[in-house]
């Protein structure tokens, strides 16, 4: 079984521009969330979705993030524009509802 | 405000040792712990975990002790390997319908020879 992927592994930008990652989930699963992972810290969330429904975007940074997930399985998140505390890892997870998250390898993003 | 709490932030551990990492909460609302590895350049995976009923689960050499009334748990690595060498975090969960997982700040965990 494939797990979830995630692209790109690495994106290095200036300050100020856009950027964008993607996500495709496990085969399956309806629950897709988003995390944020800071050098030396835990992941922290930033959106889940159930199917194509962010049920929980409390912790998106509404004026420059955004996510989306159409027909409800890939996700994009975005980033706009980016600002230099925005370099972290993103994390993609999903899973079947109320069962066990599996986490993609991140994205680890640069602003310079 | 962080719920939980965990340390030590480092660990280093003789080879054939016992690890332990220990962790704390504070929402009593919280009714599924698990334990989480993560190599470099990868994503977290699920280790092991507990839900408050029990006191105590082992998966292997790996075990979770549970404290309701202290609300505490920890995670013992029995027989320490090199291959063990990670960062582990804690984290913690609410009850069906929400799904958000709390986790610690992590430990790096370094087995030597």
């Known amino acids: 079984e494939a797990g979830v992927v995630q692209s790109p592994r690495y994106k290095i930008i200036e300050k100020k521009q856009p950027v964008a990652f993607w996500c495709n989930p496990i085969s399956g699963h309806n629950t897709l969330y988003w995390y944020l992972q800071n050098l030396g810290q835990g992941p922290e969330l930033l959106i889940r979705y159930e199917n194509e429904e962010a049920v929980d975007d409390s912790q998106l940074p509404k004026d420059r993030f955004s996510a989306e997930r159409l027909k409800g399985v890939d996700s994009t998140l975005k980033i706009q524009p980016a600002e230099l505390g925005d370099s972290a890892v993103y994390l993609c997870a999903s899973s079947s509802r109320y069962n066990e998250q599996f986490f993609g390898p991140g994205t680890r993003l640069t602003v310079l | 405000q962080q719920q939980v709490k965990q340390s030590p932030q480092s660990l280093i551990v003789q080879k054939g040792g016992i690890s332990i990492i220990n962790c704390a909460y504070e929402?009593?609302?919280?009714?599924?712990f698990p334990w989480y590895q993560q190599f470099p350049g990868k994503g977290p995976a699920l280790l092991i975990a507990?839900?408050?009923?029990?006191s105590e689960k082992k998966e292997g050499r790996f075990t979770i002790s549970f404290n309701k009334s202290a609300k505490q748990f920890s995670l013992h690595i029995m027989d320490s390997q090199p291959g063990d060498s990670a960062t582990y975090f804690c984290?913690?969960?609410?009850?069906?319908?929400?799904?958000?997982?709390?986790f610690g700040t992590g430990t790096r965990l370094t087995i030597i020879p």
């Open positions: 507990i839900r408050p009923d029990v």
């Open positions: 929402n009593t609302a919280f009714d599924y």
């Open positions: 984290a913690a969960k609410g009850n069906f319908g929400n799904e958000k997982l709390t």
